[in-house]
């Protein structure tokens, strides 16, 4: 524990960028539901908003066909790079991806048909923005789908980390656990009422969950897709002085659930909001 504390995985840290392919053991439950969401037809112009590695731009470019056009968008260079490289590889001819924000986007407005974002709008740094331009950019009666894992994700991490905290009386610390859930997972609720004031109106919010098995409570924080994503955020919560001690309780006590239950399960609940532009 005191190495992955130390050295938190990162997109800066050297080749991070050719190892991410476990991303989609994440990433492929909620864009199932994303797909079977999407009304296919020819002659698309597809925006999707933070296209990572690929998924599922180049998914949506081999499904529309030569006659659509698919638009990816991210700030992160290297994955940027990467989808070029693999939609070159797959020999498509109908992607094109930029880098950039989704809060400022490089092009005119009223130009897409179809905007998707496979769990990519609840890791923007302006929420707000983000769907005020995806509404800019939209045509009109344009379809915008997009999932996003809700704030009920990873309960029982969570209540573990809650109770570690009283354990060691360390309560105050409670409130920067609930704003770093809060930054990362907004209520659909909160997410709704965005959609609403931009100008989108909301046909469907469909609920899912689906869950991450680990055999203990170490098996999980030394997952890859764990260090990579969660567990630099997770240590900025605790002063420095206190970290070590405090993971150690907290995956000792995580390894007790574990024990007790034979397994560590962390449920997921996610949704899926499909939306037209008005």
């Known amino acids: 524990m005191d190495e992955l504390l130390e050295s938190p995985l990162g997109i800066s840290s050297p080749g991070i960028v050719s190892a991410m392919d476990e991303m989609s053991f994440w990433s492929a439950p909620f864009g199932m539901r994303l797909l079977e969401t999407i009304r296919y037809s020819k002659g698309l112009r597809v925006l999707d908003i933070g296209s990572g590695l690929g998924f599922p731009s180049i998914e949506l470019a081999m499904r529309l066909g030569e006659s659509s056009s698919v638009y990816g968008i991210d700030p992160w260079h290297d994955a940027v790079c990467r989808l070029k490289d693999k939609s070159t590889l797959y020999g498509l001819k109908n992607t094109l991806v930029f880098e950039c924000r989704a809060e400022k986007m490089p092009f005119r407005s009223g130009v897409f048909d179809l905007i998707v974002s496979n769990n990519g709008m609840n890791n923007v740094q302006d929420i707000s923005g ?34 570690t905290l009283y354990d060691m009386g360390m309560p105050e610390y409670n409130s920067e656990l609930r704003k770093h859930i809060f930054e990362k997972r907004k209520p659909v609720a909160f997410v709704e009422n965005l959609l609403k004031i931009s100008g989108f109106m909301i046909e469907s919010i469909r609920d ?29 919560i605790i002063p420095p002085k206190d ?18 239950n034979g397994h560590l399960q962390l449920r997921v609940p996610f949704v899926v ?5 008005s």
């Open 130 to 163: 983000a769907i005020s331009e995806a509404k800019r950019v939209s045509k009109v009666g344009s379809q915008f789908v997009f999932t996003f894992n809700t704030e009920g994700t990873f309960t029982e991490f969570y209540q573990a980390f809650r109770e």
């Open 208 to 236: 899912d969950v689906f869950s991450y098995y680990f055999s203990d409570g170490s098996a999980f924080f030394r997952h890859f897709f764990i260090r990579f994503f969660f567990l630099g955020s997770w240590r900025d």
């Open 243 to 260: 970290r070590r001690r405090f993971f150690h309780e907290l995956e000792k006590r995580l390894n007790d659930m574990a024990r007790k």
């Open 273 to 277: 909001i499909d939306c037209r532009s």
